[in-house]
């Protein structure tokens, strides 16, 4: 029994948990009312009730004394047929009298109606006595008066003492019925209170289910579709057929949810172009960089960043850095992260040597990435430089200084030395040793003054400054190199052979610049082929098999402005020097044209300055084509380009200039002597 009331009323507390404030406020209040109505009800039947029973209580004594006085005369006189008459005369003439019963001091019945002693006598053979009440006195001489309830009704009692001259002859009892059209008032009341009762639940039930129809659901409605909105999901509706404030209400929500899904996806549009602008700029810059949370999780990195890491093929977004970074790296990293995402510190930068996926010196900036208050870190930028070839140049500058200081600190050392020599034992020199000393100063002023004009005429290459251009002889310059070399080549067994072919056109370019660069290339040749060697240089018009294959070579002979005369098809002069010296191991020919690069440096030799090769190739670049080699170490060399053909009848219309193209698939093959 007692599992089942818990059960219930646990039963009963979840189906009250599940009202709304509202519902339940609801439901007090209709309880309220119906108690009130209740209760007013209820005092309005008892007050009636009260009163009724007074009136009975009044009437009841006053007709028993009434009764009682018209026939104690008879019976104290013993004429119970008189009192029998009277009786039944007053029985007849009145519906308020239930029953009459007339008994002596003892209480034994002797007469009564609606029976009397003999009907009693003869039907029941018992004696019938009245019971009186506990406190009735035998010498009172007023009426004793009380209710009972029996199956018609309530009754009320009426003893009244028969007295006759100051004696006792016996009790009258009469039964008063109840008024009826007080009974009938009280049922009414009593009828009218149940109706009120159930009536105000009745409507408070269909009030309920009004309410429930007309605004609770569409109000739980709303309720779901503004959770749907906060969760993200405009594209929630309300369709419901109302009208009034509350189909108003659903109105502007539903035309709020369309306005918000409208921002909603224009706001997604803008986010993607900003997102795809954004994933562009950082896909395209020269820097790598990676984007790390404060968790290190990687959140974005960029393809110059997957290529220094080794991370192509890889996908490390969402994984933890520390796990993905190569392991120098990582040494140099793992502290500094977890300062910077402790608030610590706001960035640092390290320098680091990778050894895979190539050998590269990089160059790490770590940034904090704060919110819009810059209050909160939301994660860590890391900028990654690739300074290899900034340590390469400085590594080679510092050759260079070192190189340079060699090559001044010698000659001035000579020239200082034998000056002094001069200054101080002229006098006991002879002739002849005096001529030594000054050819040796001059030689060894002539060497600087090289020295100083390379460094002066690749610093004005490098400078943009523009140079005129104009037909050129090629073989005029290539005569002019060989003659200045002639004596040097012989000095060393080495021989000179020019091969030009005959009646060879003019070339547009710069006649001193190709000097240069004869000069600096057989200088080269000569400085690096053993005695009994050669070194050649060779001039020939360019043919074309197709003109897929004139495409595939460069364009030169441009005007300084940057416009070539328009011809429908350009010829080329390819130029040629070789030589059969020590050659280029295949490693240093992608650096061979760098500036301070000496090929010397590996077979220590400390000749020159490295900047021959570098003047090389931008002046080669200001004719707007490129230098080309063809190296084995221990066969020799061949360096090789092409220039434009100068066209005299060239109409004055004008060609854009086109971006100067590789020729190593021309099919013209450079050739080692």
Known sequence: MLALLKTLREVIAHWWSEFTLQTRLMAAATLVVSLVMSGLTFWAVNTIQQDARLNDTRFGRDLGLLLAANVAPQIAENNLTEVARFSHRFYSSTSSVRYMLYADKTGKIYFGIPFSESEVQNSLTIQRRIQLPEDYADNSDLPMVRQHLSPDGEVTDVFVPLMHDGKNLGVLAIGINANPTVVASSHLTRDVTIAVFISIWVMVILGAVFNALTITQPIKELLVGVKNIAAGNFKQRVDLPLGG???????????????????????????????????????????????????????????????????????????????????????????????????????????????????????????????????????????????????????????????????????????????????????????????????????????????????????????????????????????????????????????????????????????????????????????????????????????????????????????????????????????????????????????????FFRVENRVHTLEGTGLGLSIVRNIIEKHHTRVHLVSEVGVGTTFWFDLTVFQEAAPVEELPLKEAKASETSSVTAKVV
Request: glycine share 6%.
């Open 245 to 595: 404030e509350l189909g108003e209400l659903i109105y502007s929500f539903n035309e709020m949810a369309e306005r918000l899904e409208s921002y909603e996806e224009q706001n997604i549009e803008e986010l993607t172009a900003e997102k795809a602008k954004l994933e562009t700029l950082v896909s395209t810059i020269a820097d790598g960089a990676v984007l790390i949370d404060t968790n290190f999780q990687v959140i974005l990195v960029n393809p110059t960043a997957r290529r220094i890491f080794g991370w192509d093929g890889v996908d490390v977004v969402g994984s933890n850095a520390l796990h993905c970074l190569p392991s120098p790296v990582n040494v140099e990293l793992a502290r500094p992260l977890y300062q910077i995402a402790a608030g610590e510190c706001e960035g640092a930068e390290f320098r680091v040597t990778l050894c895979q996926p190539t050998n590269r010196t990089v160059r790490i900036l770590l940034t904090t990435v704060l919110d819009q208050y810059r209050e909160t870190i939301k994660g860590i930028a890391m900028t990654v430089q690739d300074i290899t070839r900034e340590v390469e140049l400085n590594e080679a500058k510092s050759h260079f200084i070192s190189n340079v200081s060699h090559e001044l600190r010698t000659p001035l050392f000579n020239i200082k030395s034998f000056i002094e020599t001069l200054h101080e034992y002229g006098e006991d020199l002879t002739e002849e040793e005096r001529r030594e000393f000054l050819e040796t100063a001059n030689r060894e002023t002539d060497r600087l003054t090289r020295l100083v004009n390379d460094v002066l005429d690749l610093s004005r290459l490098e400078s943009h400054k523009r140079y005129h251009f104009e037909p050129v002889e090629i073989a005029q310059p290539v005569e002019q190199t060989l003659r200045t070399y002639q004596l040097n080549a012989r000095d060393k067994g080495i021989e000179l052979i020019q091969e030009i072919e005959p009646d060879l056109p003019s070339v547009w370019g710069n006649y001193d610049l190709l000097l240069q660069v004869f000069a600096n290339l057989v200088g080269n040749g000569l400085k690096f082929t053993e005695p009994g060697g050669r070194v050649a240089i060779r001039a020939y018009l360019l043919e074309f098999r197709d003109e897929r294959s004139r495409d595939e070579v460069s364009l030169s002979g441009v005007e300084e402005h940057g416009r070539i005369p328009a011809t429908a098809n350009p010829k080329l002069v390819r130029i040629e020097i070789s030589d059969t010296g020590i050659g280029i191991d295949t490693e240093d020919q992608a650096a061979i044209f760098e500036r």
